[in-house]
């Protein structure tokens, strides 16, 4: 099976790429550095050709109210050039909980990308994950100064992005799901919770802060991030850690 990987030379993309070509598969990665760009539509008829399936793992370049414009455009360019070549598969990379989120521009966008998907005439797959655990020092930097992290107590199922890819290149090399896959990790944390743990680990002595206002999670009512009926994977945060 060829499978042409979109944004493949990125954290997940690259590991989807090794994985799948370490089934018997021929997966091919592209991104800008290979000559395409999904906003122009460049170089993309002559990277599906061929292709059984097609794997979107591109993403915008900010989180703001520019994300669904990006996520408008490459979508469309992408799926013309899948019909255009015939593409039996097309797989993209979400997030679980993105349509519970409505106050966040980037959830809305993913979003936006999901139904794009699945109103396309190309037999598709969703694959949702919950947060990736590579993003915990990001999160922790967002809000933070040299004597405190301040974080919301919101509910957080952390998922390694080795999991994740493992998961995507399972559903590429499956037949199309025309509806969603949920993959998380095996324990769900608190993000305050976790921030704690994380720097704890890294013998880091700032304190987190409670705080329900601060950083992009306070947006986020609930437990809408984490799904226990999902596949679970199986790392753990505190191994990962190691």
Do not use: C
Not at 38 to 64: I, K, M, R, W
Not at 88 to 112: E, M, N, T
Not at 117 to 122: N, T
Not at 216 to 224: I, K, N, S, Y
């Amino acid at each position: 099976m060829k499978v042409a990987v979109i944004g493949g030379t990125g954290l997940i993309g690259s590991q989807v790429v090794k994985d799948l070509n370490a089934a018997g598969h021929e997966a091919v990665p592209h991104s800008k550095s290979t000559g395409i760009d999904v906003l122009t539509g460049q170089g993309l008829d002559e990277a599906v050709a061929g292709a059984d399936v097609v794997v979107n793992l591109t993403n915008s370049p900010t989180f703001d109210e520019a994300s669904p414009a990006f996520f408008q455009t490459s979508m469309d360019n992408l799926l013309a050039a899948a019909r255009k070549g015939g593409v039996g598969h097309f797989v993209i990379l979400s997030i679980v909980g993105v349509d519970q989120v409505p106050a966040l521009d980037y959830y809305r966008a993913k979003a936006l990308q999901e139904q794009l998907l699945a109103a396309g005439s190309v037999p598709y797959s969703i694959v949702r994950a919950t947060q990736f655990m590579e993003f915990m020092d990001a999160v922790l930097s967002w809000t933070s100064d040299d004597d405190t992290v301040r974080l919301p107590a919101t509910p957080i199922q952390p998922i390694a992005a080795k999991d994740v890819a493992e998961a995507v290149a399972e559903v590429a090399a499956g037949a199309p799901l025309n509806g969603i896959r949920n993959v998380g990790g095996p324990e769900i944390f608190h993000l305050d919770e976790l921030g704690r743990i994380t720097l704890s680990h890294k013998g880091d002595k700032r304190t987190v802060v409670t705080d329900p206002t601060a950083g992009m999670f306070a947006a986020v009512e609930g437990d809408v991030l984490t799904d226990k009926d999902a596949r679970i994977a199986p790392t753990r945060y505190t191994d990962w850690l190691s």
